[in-house]
């Protein structure tokens, strides 16, 4: 028998070698596997590290730090993320969890807070942690956002549903982006169904959209301003330009009304162009979109960054582009007579548009007529605090001439001095704004808004506030809220 | 706090391994005593292994490593009474056929109604008030000791073939069909596939030692091959092992996680590769989540060999397999010296037992071969399986110490 107990040991050696094989192929085929949805391996790899935290403008105000977990059960040390600020700056700031994935800043700067990122910095830093055995640190970011008055617009909106974005015309740098509802992200991880149970006063409150960037809103009246712009611009007219309002304007043989959105008289006969956009008397820019064509007014509206996704830092899916919508997609006419020009030119027809891209119109007329780069990260900085990048204006758009913006200046300080906007009136300061209140073919359930730029004179706040479901004009009810945010980002720089 | 709580901790490990040795040095005196020309290896080798799986449990669940704990108090007494009371292991002989039958009754019990406890779709389990066990490990050692002294009696017979067409005859190899037969028909009832794997290929590996006619592998194969076939168009459970192992082994295709089950494979071979060579630590791997779950279902009992490859590497991993291919070599050595027949079988049969048990699992987890769940012998978490394996041992034992005094 002894022959084949010999064989039988190297059969069963045999078997046993091609176990060790095929653990070994496992482990060639890991960097494979590793992407893999369900393996825990990667994800948990990355709570290990000791993700960069998130601040303010301030560079001090915590918007996103660790807290460490350390349980026998778990083996390592892993740092889960904890929101200090709650629902202060949710929608920019995202989250980054173990069940969600992450979103926001969280998810498009993730490179950099887990310090993968290969900077020859934190390249050496890692490979120096490594081999000390220390933890691996991430980068930390400091963002643009000014906490107080991210705080003003969040208080200001909260109870509507609706969001704000201001920015610095100039850089680009986004100062405040508040969107309401919002929710509590230390929520996510665990109790996501709290977050899924926010009630609103608007239809559905969907808390984890953000309004600032996602929101679709009707832009109305404010949409005035992109037709003032083409219109000047073109030299077709000046502001001086007569036109004759009796009420309404014919289109296809029909009548269009002008709206309640404005201040005075049903009628207003003869007026200038500058106080047409004062009063914003839908008729008279009813005549102008079908003098210039549809085409000539989209056109314009991409000069400001219409039908592209604003470039900010934000992940792609948080971004939506501004323009006419089709059936839920995005739609350019290549034939004029697919748009109504009178609408378009005030702002019905179906645009669409976010706060943010209203933000960016306010803010290229602001800073004679160049449209900046929309940014929310200021700096990143290694773990011992040594700026590693730091962002700088880029210009992003060449909407229309110095001149023209001037010229559409002095016509929005009007609308604020004497107009439809006059609820945004800041003593000492000029404003130059433009309300909007858009009709949803729902009454008393208007998108109402209000953009704007301050001071006139030496921009240093571009804002743009959209609010959905009022029964109120954008004067009475957007104005006071963007006034209030342009105060609280004044009183920073006196 | 933190450093206090770590204090009690390690000296609660602390004192775990001091008993842990104390009473492997108390086996170690028994056989000493009991069986003095005993090969030396083959206790400590079980010892290592327990060791191993009694880390990575208290690693994993404290409270089942203690439970553990108390299981190997039990298969070390069932070991010590076993070596000081039975002293001749031949006298097993004597009573082949009645442990043959009672193999076959301790695998049917789970049947009965009323004592059979199915876990996990297996109705492998036998519920005594609080106690529950597993006949089928108990069953293993009795069905080893039959087809040892069987085999012994008739290996002429069979090796010659004293029937027409070189066949042996009926009255030969009638009653090894007749067990052999009941077993698998028994098994298969009780839905525990690895089982029926693990005991067909015992009784091949035996079978062949015995008789070296290559012809009865091949039938027996063939004979697995067709059992294997129609239990895979009969039972649902089969085909989707098998359509598992075939999306989940050297690929793990997208598909693999979508069955219920080919999520434990795939997240045992995740665990496996990000092993990495060395591994995550001791302590330090992927194993259990934020929420207190541990990713790969089954991690103490089935899925050991898993947690071990993702915290001590493919180093670790290939040193337990080593410590196997080490008692394998032991155990056959023990019956290569062995001058008698039935001590022959008897070590062939209990080594193999174990190698055969091991490689099943370890293969079944790393994807080689379709999954079956099966204990890996002295590490996975189980009363039974470690009572068994060391009954396997005091066996070997006191073949071993026989054989050497023969000799010397």
């Known amino acids: ?494 | 706090m933190y450093i206090a709580r770590q204090d009690v901790v390690s000296t609660a490990s602390l004192s775990y391994a001091v008993f842990f040795v104390a009473l492997f040095v108390a086996a170690h005196l028994v056989v000493r005593v009991a069986l003095p020309d005993a090969d030396p290896y083959v206790l400590p080798l079980a010892g290592v292994l327990t060791a191993f799986g009694l880390t990575m449990i208290y690693r994993i669940d404290p409270d089942l490593a203690f439970r553990q704990g108390l299981w190997v108090v039990v298969g070390l007494v069932a070991f010590a009474a076993l070596v000081l009371f039975l002293k001749d292991y031949r006298r097993l002989d004597q009573v082949k056929y009645i442990l043959g039958l009672a193999a076959i009754g301790l695998l049917a019990l789970p049947a009965v109604p009323g004592l059979g406890r199915t876990i996990n779709g297996a109705s492998l389990w036998v519920g005594v008030g609080p106690v529950v066990f597993q006949p089928g490990e108990f069953a293993k050692v009795l069905l080893v000791i039959f087809l040892a002294g069987y085999l012994r009696d008739n290996r002429e017979m069979l090796s010659m073939g004293s029937g027409r067409y070189g066949l042996p005859s009926l009255k030969h190899f009638g009653p090894l069909l007749i067990i052999w037969g009941g077993a698998m028909l028994v098994l298969f009832q009780t839905n525990d596939l690895g089982g029926g794997l693990l005991y067909f290929s015992i009784f091949l590996a035996m079978l062949w030692v015995a008789t070296a006619r290559w012809a009865y592998v091949a039938v027996g194969g063939v004979l697995f091959a067709v059992g294997a076939y129609a239990l895979y168009h009969v039972t649902p459970h089969v085909q989707e092992r098998v359509a598992i192992w075939l999306d989940c082994s050297w690929t793990v295709s997208n598909a693999c996680p979508v069955y219920k089950e080919g999520y434990q494979l795939a997240q045992s071979i995740y665990a496996i590769s990000g092993g990495g060579l060395f591994g995550q630590g001791l302590g330090e791997g992927v194993l259990i989540s934020p929420e207190g779950h541990t990713y790969i279902p089954y991690l103490s009992t089935d899925f050991i060999f898993a947690g071990i490859a993702q915290e001590l590497g493919l180093a670790g991993a290939a040193g337990l397999v080593l410590l196997y291919v080490v008692f394998l070599y032991r155990g056959f050595r023990i019956a290569l010296m062995a001058d008698d027949g039935f001590s022959k079988l008897l070590a062939v049969g209990l080594t193999s037992a174990l190698a055969i048990q091991a490689f099943i699992i370890t293969g079944g987890v790393t994807g080689l071969i379709p999954l079956t769940g099966i204990t890996l012998p002295f590490v996975s978490y189980g009363g039974s399986s470690i009572v068994a394996n060391f009954l396997i041992v005091g066996l070997l034992l006191m073949v071993s110490n026989h054989v050497n005094r023969e000799r010397a």
Not at chain 1, 171 to 185: C, I
């Open chain 1, 1 to 494: 028998m002894n022959p084949q107990i010999r064989r039988l040991f190297f059969v069963l050696v045999t078997l046993f070698v091609a176990v060790i094989g095929m653990s070994t192929w496992w482990l060639w085929k890991a960097p494979d596997l590793e992407a893999r949805r369900g393996n825990p391996n990667l994800l948990v790899k990355q709570l290990t590290i000791e993700r960069g935290r998130i601040f303010a403008a301030d560079g001090r105000t915590v918007f996103a730090r660790n807290r460490k977990v350390k349980k026998k059960s778990l083996g390592r040390t892993w740092f889960l993320r904890v929101y200090p600020r709650h629902k202060l700056v949710a929608h920019p700031v995202g989250y980054s969890t173990i069940e969600r994935s992450r979103t926001g800043l969280e998810k498009s700067l993730n490179d950099y807070l887990t310090g993968s990122n290969a900077n020859l910095d934190t390249v050496l830093n890692n490979a120096l942690d490594k081999l000390k055995g220390l933890t691996q640190k991430g980068n930390d970011v400091v963002t643009t956002i000014n906490a107080r008055a991210q705080k003003v617009a969040m208080d200001a909106l909260a109870g509507k549903c609706g969001g704000a974005v201001a920015l610095e015309p100039s850089t680009g740098r986004v100062l405040v982006l508040a969107s309401q509802p919002s929710y509590d992200p230390n929520l996510v991880e665990g109790h996501f169904n709290q977050i899924l149970r926010t009630k609103a006063s608007c239809g559905s409150a969907s808390p984890l959209l953000d309004r600032a960037t996602q929101g679709r809103f009707i832009p109305g009246s404010t949409f005035k301003v992109v037709t003032a712009a083409a219109a000047l611009d073109t030299g077709r007219y000046t502001p001086s330009s007569r036109f004759d309002d009796p009420g309404y304007c014919i289109e296809y043989g029909k009548k269009v009304s002008n709206f309640a959105d404005q201040s005075g008289p049903e009628v207003f006969g003869n007026v200038s162009f500058a106080e047409a956009l004062e009063h914003s008397i839908n008729a008279v820019f009813c005549n102008i979109g079908k003098t210039l064509g549809p085409n000539t007014v989209l056109r314009y509206a991409q000069r400001f960054g219409f039908y592209e996704e604003p470039p900010i830092e934000l992940p792609s899916e948080e971004v939506t582009p501004s323009g006419l919508y089709r059936k839920g997609r995005l739609f350019l006419p290549k034939d004029p007579n697919q748009v109504d020009p009178g609408r378009l030119a005030f702002g019905q027809e179906r645009l669409l548009v976010t706060p943010l891209q209203m933000a960016l119109v306010a803010a290229g007329i602001g800073n004679e007529g160049i449209v900046m780069e929309p940014t929310l990260v200021d700096r990143i900085l290694a773990p011992g605090g040594k700026v590693i990048e730091r962002s700088s204006p880029k210009e992003w758009k060449k909407a229309i001439k110095a001149r023209t913006a001037a010229e559409l200046t002095a016509m929005m300080r009007a609308v604020v001095e004497s107009g439809t906007g006059t609820a945004a009136q800041i003593s000492g300061v000029p404003v130059a704004g433009k309300t909007g209140t858009a009709e949803t073919g729902v009454s008393g359930r208007n998108d109402t808004w209000f953009i704007a730029f301050a001071p006139a004179d030496r921009p240093q706040v571009a804002i743009a506030v959209a609010l959905s479901g009022q029964s109120g004009t954008g004067g009475a009810t957007a104005a006071p809220i963007a006034k209030a945010i342009i105060e609280a980002l004044l009183k920073r720089n006196p």
